[in-house]
């Protein structure tokens, strides 16, 4: 945990992070936030700032792919278990775990903001559902915060690795645990977003059908 008080570890970036996700939090539980996401002017918002700044993300996720000799980033490896975490640690070697650790605890933040701040403001402005409107606020903080955790936990690891002692001992296990939460909440909100939007469809569909039912028995 003394790493994460490394300041040579932190760039712009990572301030530009801190900025955003106090932001995210701000939207996500303030009575303001709340009026200011659930506008269509705020999803045209979060869409350009993610539009902007996850191919950054990207860029970088690939790079360190290649310094690892081609292993898959954790970053990019889809409900990646714990024995692929010392794969990509190796992978990677000391010079590429300083380089993984900086690129999570700089460039990294911006992701997690920009996906937070998009499934909140489309959730909210397109979902006529007020109950479905808190679930999605509830997911939203279980992928913000678990994606936090994992994205200030991870460097930890890799600046600690190859040691193991207790505390590397409770990462191996945990940050993958942490990383699946964060990927599935994240397609369980596009589900109940997608899931709301079909129901309310259908339901207005239902409505002109009775009218239309009505008019013709009149």
């Given amino acids: 945990m003394v790493a994460l008080f490394d300041l040579s570890l932190y760039s712009p970036a990572s301030l530009l992070g801190l900025i955003w996700s106090a932001a995210i939090f701000y939207l996500l539980y303030s ?52 024995s692929d975490i010392p ?66 936990l991870m460097p930890v690891y890799m600046l600690n690795y190859p040691a193991q002692d207790a505390l590397s001992s409770v990462l191996y296990s945990l940050l993958p645990i942490l990383d699946g939460l964060k990927y599935a909440a994240h397609g369980v909100v596009w589900l109940v977003i997608l899931g709301s939007w079909v129901f309310w469809l259908a339901n207005k569909r239902n409505q002109r059908e009775k009218v239309l039912e009505v008019s013709v028995s009149e």
């Fill in 87 to 152: 794969v990509f640690a190796d992978g990677l070697g000391e010079a590429g775990r300083v380089r993984y650790a900086l690129f999570q605890l700089g460039l990294d933040t911006l992701a997690p903001a920009a996906f937070a701040g998009f499934m909140l403001t489309v959730g909210r402005s397109t979902v006529p559902f007020e109950r479905v409107r808190r679930l999605l606020t509830l997911l939203v903080s279980v992928y913000f915060f678990s994606v936090l955790f994992a994205n200030a």
């Fill in 31 to 82: 009575d303001r936030g709340v009026r200011v996401s659930s506008s269509r002017w705020a999803v045209a918002v979060a869409f350009v700032a993610a539009y902007f700044s996850i191919p950054l993300v990207v860029v970088e996720v690939d790079a360190l792919t290649q310094v690892a000799g081609g292993v898959p980033t954790l970053d990019g490896h889809l409900f990646y278990g714990s």
